[in-house]
């Protein structure tokens, strides 16, 4: 088996202390120690280190999260490793995925091996994140105050105003 450069060196880093707002596109293995407020595409490795806080989604060949938090969805064909003390708040689309103990992991993993079937279930959650992202519930920016924030595309819903419905943790009784 031959060795790619992306394979063995890193091309790129954002160091610890570091902050970076915007969408990155990298050619090759990259590594995050810092703080980066956007997407992340490359065509090699990712590692994300243990100060390192990701808001955005990364796509990549493979993922290695070794204590850092991302909020955004991780897509990465060859494998995704959690290790201990990380947090992902969203969703992991890969073939092969490994986690450590102690991680938090809040969202839904697809982690299929067979070709036909990893194609299939990429297909529909690319068409339900589609169908979310365009939904009126897609992006519903909680406000306590009911101001209207900068980006139009937002939902505010004033908290107050809102009835809670009685389900399964309501106590019986009491009601809203």
């Known amino acids: 088996m031959a060795f790619f450069s992306d394979d063995i060196s890193i091309n790129s880093i954002l160091g610890q202390g570091s902050v970076f707002k915007g969408n990155l596109k990298i050619n090759g293995f990259t590594r995050i ?5 956007g997407d992340l595409e490359t065509t090699g490795k990712v590692i994300v280190g243990e100060n390192a806080r990701i808001k955005g989604n990364i796509t990549a060949k493979s993922v290695t999260v070794d204590g850092g938090i991302v909020k955004g969805n991780i897509i990465a064909p060859e494998f995704v490793t959690i290790h201990s003390n990380s947090a992902i708040i969203g969703d ?3 073939r092969r995925f490994n986690a450590d103990d102690n991680i938090i992991l809040n969202g839904h993993c697809i982690a299929l091996s067979n070709e036909n079937e990893y194609k299939e279930a990429q297909e529909r959650w690319q068409n339900e994140t589609a169908i979310v992202s365009k939904s009126i519930f897609g992006n519903i920016n909680h406000s306590k105050s009911g101001q209207n924030s900068s980006d139009q595309d937002d939902v505010n819903v004033d908290e107050n105003q809102v009835k809670k419905p ?8 009491k009601k809203r």
Do not use: E, S, V, Y
Request: proline share 6%; aromatic share 6%.
């Open 33 to 37: 120690d810092g703080d980066l407020d």
């Open 92 to 94: 992991i689309q890969t």
């Open 166 to 173: 009685r389900g399964l943790f309501a106590k019986p009784g």
